[in-house]
Every structure is written in structure tokens, then in C-alpha cells.
């Protein structure tokens, strides 16, 4: 009997032993971290500009329409897969545009645009390079850090997408300002499945102090038409907001031209969560919504600045921009 009880426990010993490393093998797979992230609508988070308005409040609101996106673990990944609501992709498609290399200073280039609208001139503003990233297109261009973007093929450039369509499509003169000087940069080779790889900021003056517009520790420049919006509204008399929720999503150029984003069937999820009356967005992205567009929150799509002043206009906002535009 003796024997007997000993290879009970010997056994119970063992499978204790065997249960133990396969729930610990188990609880690590399902934790382990996968090649995918998971992408759906983030949150909606209200923009304003923490200074005295001259001005009556706004009767509606800008918002900030987001995505949420997130590496997903082995049991995530399970969950995830089974989740209608949640799309997964490759590490490597990550489309949350907060963290492209290529991104300006969403709140510098809606000052300015800000600015000159409200003051009926033309910004006076040029785009240089504040960082260049070893291997990149840009750095066997030979551009560097100060250098000023003048002119591709003899034509202004107002944006970062302007400087990259222009030089993947086929540009055959790059104009820059360096150390003073004006240099030509000729027989542009770019590989068009690279991006660019520099980081661009404005050089212009603005009153505006940007450090004030409230954003909730969200950034990027996808939020470039909001912020402009924000800070038209703030600087100007009248109510541009006409009393509606306003969301919307898009970069902000010099020019006021509205260019195109990722994550947009995001972002106008987020914003039909979020209860939103009106969504503007880059015509551009249009397509990617217009058939899931909901009764409750109209999409608007737009080219720039001034097709959403005008929209609004139209809509009824007694701002004194109305007219003026």
C-alpha cells in the first residue's frame, strides 16, 4: 500500500508540475505581443482656446474627432478578430497619423492661416526643414536642417504635400535658401515608395499664442482644420459655430487648402459616438464615407478653409467673416 500511495503522489506531483507549465505557457502566448494593431473610433475631445474672448461664447462647439489604436497581445488578437466593431491590420499599415515624421505644426500653420483671414492678407510664410532623417529621400536630396523650400519646377510650394507630390511625380528642379544663398538642386531621383523623410516648420510671425489652444494632449495634423476653426471663431465677432456639435478632420496648408488624412472611417465613427452635427472632411477622403454617412451627423466634404467659412455662412453664422471671405 505503501508503494502504492507513493506513486499517487509521484503522479499527483507530476500533473501538478505539467498543469503549472501549461497555464503558465498559456498565459504567456496569449500575451505575447503580435505584428498587428487593432483600429477603431477614439475618443471625441472638445477643442478651445484658453483666452479671454473678446467676443459672446460660441453656442456650439469644435471637436476633435479620433482613432484609438493599439498592438494586440495573443488573446487580443482572438477577441479582436471575433469583433465587428474592431479592424486589425499589420504593425506595419499603423495609419494613426499622430506620428508621421512628415507632420508640420498643426497649431502654427492654423495660426497663421487664423491670422491672415481675419486681417484680409496674404501669410507671408515660408516652409524649413527642421529635420532630416539618415537614408531618407531627403537626405540623398543632400537637404539639410535650415534649409528653406522656395520653389519645385519654378512653382511656390505652401505645404508639405506640396513638396512631396511634386517631387514623386516627376520634378525636375528643387529650389532652396541656404546659409542666404539660393541653390538649385537638380535631376531629382526620389523613390516614390519612401516617404520624403523631413520634418517641416513655418517661418512667419503670428500674435497668436498657440500654447492656448487646448487640445487635451492631443495633437497632430489632422487637427489643423479644427484648430483654424477654433481660432477664426475665438479672434472674430459673432458665432461661426451656429449653435451646432462640429467636428472634422484634415491638415491645414499655408494657402488654406484642406489636405487628406488616414483613419478617417475612424474618426467619423468617433464622431457619430460622439453625437456630432456636422463633419467636415478633405474631399479627397470623401468616398471612404459617404456610404455609412448617418441622418444625425452630415459629412461635408471640402477643399479648404473657405468652402467650410462659406458652409457655415450659408448655415446661418452671424461671424463677422460671413461677406468677408
Known amino acids: ?34 505584428d498587428y494593431v487593432k483600429i477603431k473610433p477614439g475618443p471625441l475631445y472638445k477643442i478651445t482656446y484658453d483666452g479671454e474672448k473678446l467676443y459672446n ?18 488573446i487580443d488578437y482572438i477577441i479582436s478578430y471575433i469583433n465587428n466593431d474592431v479592424d486589425i491590420y499589420p504593425l506595419e499599415k499603423n495609419i494613426n497619423d499622430e506620428k508621421t515624421i512628415a507632420m508640420l505644426s498643426a497649431k502654427e500653420i492654423a495660426a497663421i492661416v487664423s491670422e491672415s483671414i481675419i486681417q484680409g492678407v496674404v501669410p507671408n510664410v515660408e516652409l ?17 536642417i535650415g534649409d528653406i523650400i522656395k520653389k519645385i519646377d519654378g512653382v511656390s510650394i ?16 528643387l529650389e532652396i535658401q541656404r546659409d542666404g544663398k539660393i541653390l538649385i538642386i537638380n535631376d531629382i531621383i526620389v523613390n516614390p515608395d519612401e516617404k520624403l523623410g523631413v520634418k517641416l516648420y513655418p517661418i512667419g510671425k ?14 497632430g495634423a ?47 465613427k468617433a464622431a457619430v459616438k460622439g453625437d456630432i452635427d456636422l463633419f467636415f472632411v478633405p474631399r ?21 478653409i473657405f468652402q467650410v467659412i462659406d458652409y457655415l455662412c450659408n448655415a446661418g453664422s452671424g461671424s463677422k467673416l460671413c461677406g468677408k471671405i
Not at 503670428?206 to 495633437?219: F, L
Open 222 to 268: 489632422s487637427g489643423g482644420l479644427i484648430f483654424t476653426l477654433v481660432l477664426l471663431d475665438h479672434f472674430t465677432d459673432g458665432d461661426l459655430s451656429i449653435g451646432k456639435k462640429i467636428s472634422g478632420s484634415g491638415t491645414i496648408n499655408l494657402d488654406g487648402s484642406i489636405g487628406g488624412i488616414d483613419g478617417v472611417y475612424y474618426k467619423y
Open 284 to 304: 479627397k477622403n470623401y468616398e471612404t464615407i459617404e456610404k455609412i454617412e448617418s441622418k444625425e451627423t452630415k459629412i461635408i466634404p471640402v477643399d479648404n
Open 128 to 144: 524649413a526643414i527642421s529635420y532630416v532623417l539618415d537614408g531618407s529621400n531627403a537626405s540623398r536630396l543632400n537637404l539639410q
Open 1 to 34: 500500500m505503501s508503494i502504492n500511495k507513493d506513486k499517487r503522489e509521484g503522479w499527483f506531483f507530476i500533473k501538478t508540475i505539467f498543469s503549472i507549465f501549461v497555464l503558465s505557457l498559456f498565459i504567456n502566448v496569449m500575451n505575447f505581443k503580435t
Open 158 to 173: 505652401m505645404s508639405y504635400q506640396d513638396l512631396t507630390d511634386n517631387l514623386k511625380n516627376g520634378a525636375y528642379s
Open 57 to 74: 461664447e460660441s453656442s456650439g462647439s469644435f471637436n476633435m474627432s479620433t482613432i484609438a489604436v493599439k498592438r494586440l497581445s495573443g
Open 206 to 219: 503670428t500674435e497668436i499664442n498657440i500654447d492656448k489652444i487646448e487640445t487635451s494632449n492631443v495633437s
